[in-house]
């Protein structure tokens, strides 16, 4: 039975989906150390030169050949500017389930890549993969998270209660402090893409990386 993920790249109409690679470093650590990124997510804060030489480096790849999942640099097709991170995590291969993650640039943001990417690749992993289920966890008040995923066909679950540390302001504004919120869990099923985004999920392209390493 494949436990790993094979090294590929996907591409849509406007994007290209593709392992990191060193020159992404200067773009990702400035994506990452956006105000909204380090709200929801939990990566270091600041987030260094060092943190993104290390991801690309080290944590990425090793995402993929541990099996336990792939991570993508998404990149513009015309520009191949950074638009953002997709990340297949918590692969179970027994049971053909994945969680799904995504970080999208400020400056890429109300353009409908984060859905554009998002349906690339449950498509790949449904239809090349095989796998059965893809899930979702938002922050509880995380609702552009939730508009991605209602937008790309996701079914609400229910609610982890307490699930979650996200970070928010002080009052002086001038630091970060931490407060526990819930969770809502999101899935994602092969027949919930039928009709869904058709236009992103169904014309993707497959190229193999020799390189992932």
Not at 105 to 133: N, V
Request: proline share 4%.
């Amino acid at each position: 039975m494949t436990t790993t993920f094979p090294d590929i790249s996907l591409s849509t109409e406007r994007l290209v989906l593709r392992p990191f690679e060193e020159a992404d470093a200067p773009a990702l650590t400035e994506m990452m150390n956006d105000e909204l990124v380090t709200m929801w997510t939990s990566v270091p804060h600041p987030y260094t030169a060092d943190d993104a030489h290390a991801w690309i480096t080290e944590g990425a790849p090793g995402e993929r050949t541990s099996g336990d999942g792939i991570v993508f640099a998404v990149t513009e097709f015309l520009t191949q500017r950074l638009v953002g991170i997709v990340h297949l995590r918590h692969a179970d291969w027994r049971l053909r389930a994945a969680e799904l993650a995504y970080v999208v640039a400020p400056w890429a943001r109300g353009e409908g890549y984060a859905s554009e990417a998002s349906l690339a690749t449950a498509g790949w992993l449904f239809r090349d993969q095989k796998f059965e289920r893809l899930e979702l966890r938002t922050a509880a008040d995380n609702a552009a998270a939730q508009q991605v995923a209602q937008k790309i066909g996701c079914i609400s679950e229910g609610v982890l209660r307490g699930a979650w540390i996200a970070r928010a302001r002080t009052d002086d504004g001038g630091g970060w402090t931490e407060q526990r919120t819930d969770l809502i869990v999101w899935s994602l099923l092969p027949e919930d893409l039928e009709g869904a985004g058709e236009q992103f999920a169904g014309a993707s392209e497959y190229t193999a990386f020799s390189d992932w390493n």
